[in-house]
């Protein structure tokens, strides 16, 4: 199975809709992948990822698949005290890097100011939940890798959501730290990336990275990576 991940297109985020630059970049964005032979589209339930996925989706004549497991994560203090830039997650990860922090090593973030930042639920939240979408796909959770248990899983589907909920489900299905790939892959809008399993019934698998954040078809417009 290829999953190719998109992130919404430059974004009203108070109407939760996307600019009038934001379907420019949904539209090339499906320029970009109407030949990858997607067959079915999910995004999250936001407005700005549904009009995202919406311009792939009727270009391709597929329907989108509403997934409520990649709303955008909530960030901030989880007890009232306030911890660093109000714990939004890229901020903490450029401050813990000054600070000399290893983003592989998490024991940092069990510690104040981070300890309390609700953010550790909805990463935990988007594991849970994206175990039970991978076994509507085929592929069972066991240990740090996944079975493959479907019959149909020879196939490319899309997942269109947000630069937050998609950091924390590749951090679930890369078995690397939420914080490292707030600082490794930081998705640009309409930025694309592609993973690959193993097909083969009964066996053990590992999503395999072949294309991660790229917005090139959007890079004529000058507009960078902003939350």
Request: some cysteine.
């Given at each position: 199975?290829k999953?190719?991940?998109?992130?919404?297109?430059?974004?009203?985020?108070?109407?939760?809709?996307?600019?009038?630059l934001?379907?420019?970049?949904?539209?090339?964005?499906?320029?970009?992948?109407?030949d990858?032979?997607?067959?079915?589209?999910?995004?999250?339930?936001?407005?700005?990822?549904?009009?995202?996925?919406?311009?792939?989706?009727?270009?391709?004549?597929?329907?989108?698949?509403?997934?409520?497991?990649?709303?955008?994560?909530?960030?901030?203090?989880?007890?009232?005290?306030?911890?660093?830039?109000?714990g939004h997650?890229?901020?903490?990860?450029?401050?813990?890097?000054?600070?000399?922090?290893?983003?592989?090593?998490?024991s940092?973030?069990?510690?104040?100011?981070?300890?309390?930042?609700?953010?550790?639920?909805?990463?935990?939240?988007?594991?849970?939940?994206?175990?039970?979408?991978?076994?509507s796909?085929?592929?069972?959770?066991?240990?740090?890798?996944y079975?493959?248990?479907?019959?149909?899983?020879?196939?490319?589907?899309?997942?269109?959501?947000?630069?937050?909920?998609?950091?924390?489900?590749?951090?679930?299905?890369?078995?690397?730290?939420f914080?490292?790939?707030?600082?490794?892959?930081?998705?640009d809008?309409?930025?694309?990336?592609?993973?690959?399993?193993?097909?083969?019934?009964?066996?053990?698998?590992?999503?395999?990275?072949?294309?991660?954040?790229?917005?090139?078809?959007?890079?004529s417009?000058?507009?960078?990576?902003?939350?």
């Open positions: 199975m999953i190719i991940l998109v992130r919404h297109g430059h974004p009203d985020y108070e109407n939760d809709c996307l600019t009038a934001g379907h420019e970049q949904a539209e090339k964005a499906a320029l970009r992948l109407k990858e032979g997607i067959q079915q589209i999910f995004s999250s339930p936001f407005g700005r990822a549904q009009q995202t996925a919406l311009h792939t989706a009727e270009r391709l004549s597929l329907s989108v698949n509403i997934v409520e497991f990649m709303r955008e994560i909530k960030w901030g203090s989880s007890d009232g005290n306030a911890v660093y830039a109000d997650p890229w901020d903490t990860s450029l401050y813990a890097v000054a600070q000399g922090f290893s983003l592989m090593d998490e940092w973030t069990e510690q104040p100011p981070f300890c309390n930042n609700m953010v550790f639920a909805e990463i935990d939240r988007v594991a849970m939940q994206s175990d039970e979408w991978m076994l796909l085929g592929y069972k959770r066991e240990g740090a890798n079975r493959v248990i479907g019959d149909d899983t020879n196939r490319t589907i899309a997942l269109f959501s947000h630069g937050g909920s998609s950091s924390a489900l590749l951090s679930h299905l890369l078995n690397l730290p914080f490292y790939l707030c600082r490794a892959i930081c998705p809008f309409t930025a694309i990336t592609v993973l690959s399993l193993s097909d083969v019934k009964g066996s053990l698998t590992a999503p395999m990275i072949e294309l991660a954040n790229d917005s090139r078809h959007i890079r417009d000058g507009v960078s990576y902003a939350m």
